[in-house]
């Protein structure tokens, strides 16, 4: 690391060799010596450190507000907050996701490999009932349930290893950006925990703080999970059959229809068509609109709302048309390259799915 801010790069290899070894050395003597002091003379300062939240204004107005809108009691607020911790790493990972660093190619990589696809069939076939049961009750798909829980945590494997209070603490009050919406996600975290009689210390999710098979930021337990097992108790995060069926009723009231076209690839007659692509998730256009600007759309209403993307594939641009059931997917993760590789992931758990069925089958009746 280069503390004195001064160029070196112009100066010989040898003398930069040995500049640098002196202020590893530096840097050595001066570490032991701030950890010395540190544990001689400032032990009570870092153990108040660790209650840094609480002794900031902004959130002692935001605990304010949580006892005049909510009915908390302060201090318990205070208390629970005191042992939040702020995370380096979770302000690290929200500065990058994947969705704004990685071209299509790239993206689809991640989720379209034959591993996902194979785990998908086989949570499937160990969770088929309950799936069909949520594909009836509200009329979305299986492999779309079955594509989101493996996108989102590889079916359960990956449900995020950090506490949802570091998570929601760090982004509300130290992430300046986003700071607004995660202060309310921590608070629909409080009411959360308070409703489902669960202890707020413990639980754990992602760096943003989504929880569970299908990654529920807090707001959307409280609005969409559903106790699909009838056991009286909503539990996203530990029960498949709760989040199976809280993943079909988000999309169902999300808009889901289950149109028989999700999204479908189109050619431009048209180059110029090219700027009408990737305005954003919104169904702007109907295909109507977009064949009349020269973009050639198979099998879909004119009447139908559409929107147009383009997405650089390995082969080349491609350009899609998604439809109704494409932005319901969106309303999951803003994003038209995560819908679109959700919806080719139930596309081909779909297909694995129906090939070795038909395999057991004529195995067993041959
Ligand atoms: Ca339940």
């Not at 979305?140 to 996108?151: D, E, F, K, L, S």
């Not at 498949?240 to 999309?251: E, L, M, Q, R």
């Amino acid at each position: 690391m280069n503390i004195t801010g001064s160029d070196t790069s112009k100066r010989p290899a040898i003398d930069r060799a040995v500049s640098t070894l002196c202020s590893t050395v530096r840097c050595a003597v001066l570490g032991l010596l701030l950890s010395l002091t540190s544990v001689l003379v400032f032990t009570p300062v870092v153990n108040a450190a660790e209650s840094v939240y609480t002794d900031r204004e902004d959130v002692q107005d935001y605990i304010a507000s949580l006892v005049d809108e909510h009915g908390f009691q302060a201090e318990e607020v205070r208390l629970l907050l005191a042992n939040a911790e702020r995370k380096q790493s979770i302000l690290d990972a929200i500065s990058k996701p994947a969705e704004r660093t990685l071209e299509w190619k790239d993206y689809r990589k991640i989720f379209l490999t034959s591993d996902r696809i194979e785990r998908g069939v086989t949570f499937w076939q160990d969770n088929a009932e309950v799936l069909a049961r949520a594909e009836s009750t509200y009329g979305v798909g299986a492999q779309y349930i079955v594509a989101i829980i493996g996108v989102e945590t590889r079916y359960g494997k990956h449900m995020g290893k950090y506490r949802v209070l570091d998570a929601l603490a760090t982004l509300g009050f130290d992430y300046p950006p986003r700071a607004k919406f995660f202060r309310k996600e921590l608070t629909e975290y409080l009411l959360m925990t308070r409703e489902e009689g669960m202890d707020p210390r413990a639980q754990l999710g992602s760096y943003a703080g989504a929880m569970g098979f299908g990654q529920f930021i807090s707001s959307s337990f409280r609005a969409y999970a559903v106790d699909f097992d009838g056991d009286g108790v909503r539990d996203i995060l530990r029960n498949k059959t709760d989040a199976i069926g809280s993943v079909a009723n988000y999309f169902k009231r999300h808009g889901w229809r289950g149109d028989s076209q999700v999204i479908v690839p189109v050619a431009l007659q048209d180059p110029a068509a090219d700027k009408l692509a990737n305005q954003g998730e919104a169904l702007r256009h109907t295909v109507g609109a977009l064949r009349a600007q020269g973009v050639v759309v198979p099998c879909a209403d004119n009447a139908a709302k559409a929107a147009l993307f383009r997405m650089e594939a390995a082969a080349g641009t491609q350009y899609w048309v998604g439809l109704n059931d494409f932005y319901a997917i969106t309303r999951y993760n803003h994003s038209s390259m995560y819908a679109l590789a959700v919806h080719q992931l139930a596309e081909a758990i779909a297909a694995a799915r129906s090939t070795s069925t038909a395999l057991t089958n004529a195995t067993e009746n041959p």
